[in-house]
């Protein structure tokens, strides 16, 4: 073995398949040697894990840093997001970038990369979120794969959503140069006219914002968009779903051999649609609308199933002002939330109270991630050549999620008093402590973009 300036001792190793005592040697930021009773040499850092879980760090597929959106700009830029998530356990983001219209991809990433690679403290990669394919733009998406960025998202919705005719599009040429596409499926025009048939009656709360987007407005654009995938055998991943019909949907393409993948978000885990009637229901505002408990105990039997592979953030946080614009009229509320420092913890602290394995915790916040977007070669598993991107976690640690105890810009977290049975009490970005007991430990610029591969699913 190459000396190890890092070892990982006595504590329980957890992958996606199993869960063993082991040690965990790294060198160059790398892990190199994972088995009993390692030993130290005379520079080796030893890190006493005895009582704890030796975990791979999350992989957050969806995030919006510094997203301009709904009239503002998230409230994260890349340092805050990425430090937020590095104390959650999270060592890579994957976040969007939203075309400009006329933006060959290329020169997205190249925007966006100028911003990342100077503030990130973790590493990250993105996806590119399309606008535009016209006038020659289809052509440049496979520059954009060759670069590292093989995932691509259209919107059914917004402003800047594309037509079905468009998404039909990119589906079809994905599958020429080993790309994804990921979906944010809801109706448009359903959205649109139960938006205004509400605000017409008078009927302005943040409730109203779910009433508009009810359960079937998602349902029915996931089994329309997984249509389109199944007639051309393309592989599909539909983000953030929030409801049965389409998780049941997404199901029944799986058990007919289709590639169709989807992510939910720990929001559409742990509350239901009741929140929008709360007096803070505004600060719950994003889209897809978090849905009623059929829904919730959907999502999570498509996630034990394995119909549904991956959690995410979807973070893309807006401040309490900015929430307070859609006071009385709710389609004026920024959409988003904020999740990236909860998503791990939360997943976690579900596993250590017997919901689902630590494996699955691992599987759907990391090592799926990292299968599913092309960068297992050196992300997602705490095995032997993949990056030193390592949590401790302490599953006997307690803890109350505050936004005062949290590390980003942020001035709300929709977890405010969630209780956690677990945490992580150190991360490890390639080998460099970034957090440790509730301190970020790491710095600005240190994160590196992450090269993913062509899409093989
Ligand atoms: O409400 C949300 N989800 N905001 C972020 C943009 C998106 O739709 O993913
Ligand atoms: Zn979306
Ligand atoms: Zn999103």
Redesign the pocket.
């Given at each position: 073995m190459m000396s190890a300036e890092l070892l990982f001792k006595n504590g329980k190793v957890v992958t996606a398949e199993s869960t063993y005592k082991a040690d965990v040697a790294v060198a160059g930021g790398k892990i190199v040697e994972i088995g009993a009773n390692l030993k130290a040499g005379a520079a080796t850092e030893v890190v006493d894990c005895r009582g704890k879980l030796v975990l791979p760090g999350a992989i957050d597929a969806?995030t919006?840093l510094a997203?301009p959106?709904g009239g503002t700009v998230s409230t994260d830029d890349y340092e805050a997001g990425t430090r937020s998530a590095a104390c959650g356990g999270t060592t890579t983001v994957f976040d969007?970038i939203l075309q400009d219209t006329g933006e060959p991809f290329p020169d997205a990433i190249r925007r966006r990369d100028k911003l990342a690679a100077e503030q990130a403290v973790v590493d990250y990669s993105f996806h590119l979120a399309v606008k535009d394919v016209s006038g020659g733009l289809l052509g440049t998406m496979e520059e954009a794969v060759e670069m590292g960025v093989p995932s691509f998202k259209v919107?059914m919705?917004?402003d800047f959503g594309v037509t079905d005719g468009v998404f039909y599009q990119v589906l079809e040429h994905s599958k020429k140069i080993g790309a994804l596409i990921a979906v944010?499926a809801e109706n448009n025009e359903m959205v649109n006219f139960l938006s205004a048939k509400h605000l017409a009656e008078g009927n302005t709360s943040a409730w109203y914002h779910y009433m508009s987007r009810p359960e079937f407005v998602e349902g029915e654009a996931d089994i329309r968009a997984i249509q389109w995938a199944k007639s051309l055998n393309a592989p599909l991943y539909i983000?953030?779903l929030a409801n049965e019909q389409g998780a049941l949907a997404v199901t029944a393409a799986r058990d007919e051999g289709y590639p169709i993948f989807a992510e939910t978000c720990p929001h559409y885990l742990h509350f239901t649609s009741d929140v929008y009637k709360r007096k803070d229901g505004i600060n719950f505002?994003?889209?897809?609308p978090i849905k009623g408990k059929a829904s919730q105990n959907a999502l999570w039997e498509a996630l034990k199933r394995g119909d549904i592979q991956t959690v995410a953030t979807?973070h893309?946080p807006f401040l309490k002002s900015e929430k307070k614009w859609g006071a009385k009229d709710f389609t004026k509320i920024p959409?988003?939330?904020a999740g990236i420092e909860n998503m791990y913890p939360y997943m976690l602290s579900e596993a250590n109270r017997g919901r689902i394995s630590f494996n699955k915790a691992v599987e759907v916040c990391s090592t799926n991630v990292a299968r599913i977007f092309g960068c297992d070669h050196v992300k997602g598993a705490v095995e032997i050549g993949r990056d030193a991107d390592i949590v401790v976690y302490d599953p006997k640690k307690r803890f109350t999620i505050t936004n005062k105890a949290m590390h980003g810009d942020t001035d709300h977290v929709i977890f405010e008093g969630a209780e956690l049975k677990g945490y992580p009490v150190a991360t490890y970005s390639r080998g460099n402590l970034v957090y440790r007991d509730g301190k970020f430990l790491g710095s600005k610029g240190a994160g590196k973009f992450v090269k993913c591969r062509r899409i093989k699913l």
């Open positions: 969806h919006h997203m959106f969007f919107f919705v917004y944010h983000v953030h505002v994003c889209s897809p979807d893309c959409n988003g939330c």
